[in-house]
């Protein structure tokens, strides 16, 4: 099965104003049945923010797009998140950001997934509000938004009596990892918005630590960027996904 996103998906502007589409009020109203349905299948995320983005104009281009996703999806209708109930509980985070990836404005597409042992408890794939003048820069900015994220997972469970402390987050860029963990500031980040730099503090303090993983194993790879079909298959089994029929999951909860 191919993936819901082509890796030709950005075209120039001026090959978007040609093809306009009569039907906007339907690829609108798709685009939102895919957002609802994000929420249990990870593996469309990015692909749906994608067209998501083009929404108020969309034209025959991105409505053969969004077909793409249901076409994705009507050949995986029996995946979906599996939840083992003997994995651990810790929390961790994973991180990625395709550099001036979108072709229209030039921002960066920074994705997170956040996990609970090994099980996906939140996912993202947005476009960036400021343009970055390096990859670095760009991975850095999404650093903080995923620190955020996770921050903010680690005060909800706080209430539940669940205590974290030194939470790891994977990342493929060492520059990145090493600007986050110098506590001075340097000309070249000196540009860079002050509320992107509160990641140094909270490592400094140890809540969080930061930890390089090559690209062929990085998790959020699948929230940026279109993927090789092998590549995104493989990703999608390491989210937690699995395709199981309605026999297997009767014969599963028989044997409970």
């Not at 104003?17 to 957002?35: K, N, Y």
């Not at 400094?204 to 092998?230: C, H, M, R, S, W």
Request: glycine content about 4%.
């Amino acid at each position: 099965m191919q993936a819901p996103i082509s890796s030709s998906f950005f075209s120039s502007i001026s090959i978007l104003i040609i093809f306009e589409t009569p039907s906007s009020s339907v690829a609108r109203s798709m685009i939102g049945a895919l957002m609802y349905l994000t929420s249990s299948r990870p593996d469309i995320v990015h692909a749906t923010c994608l067209c998501a983005r083009y929404q108020a104009k969309p034209t025959e281009k991105h409505l053969k797009e969004v077909k793409r996703i249901f076409h994705y999806l009507w050949g995986t209708v029996n995946m979906g998140l599996w939840y083992t109930k003997d994995s651990g509980f810790e929390l961790t985070g994973f991180l990625d950001a395709d550099y001036a990836g979108c072709k229209d404005t030039f921002k960066s597409t920074f994705g997170g997934a956040q996990f609970l042992g090994e099980k996906l408890v939140s996912c993202s794939s947005k476009k960036q509000d400021c343009t970055a003048l390096s990859t670095a820069e760009a991975e850095y900015v999404s650093l903080s938004a995923c620190c955020a994220q996770v921050l903010w997972m680690r005060t909800q469970l706080m209430d539940y009596g669940f205590h974290f402390n030194k939470i790891p987050i994977y990342y493929d860029l060492k520059s990145a990892i090493a600007i986050s963990c110098n506590p001075i500031q340097h000309s070249r980040t000196k540009h860079i918005v002050v509320q992107y730099h509160f990641i140094k503090e909270h490592v400094e303090k140890g809540t969080i630590e930061l930890y390089f993983v090559k690209i062929d194993y990085q998790l959020a790879n699948i929230f940026t960027k279109a993927l090789p079909t092998d590549h995104f298959n493989y990703l999608v089994r390491r989210l937690g996904m699995r395709s199981l029929s309605p026999k297997e999951l009767e014969r599963l909860a028989k044997s409970r």
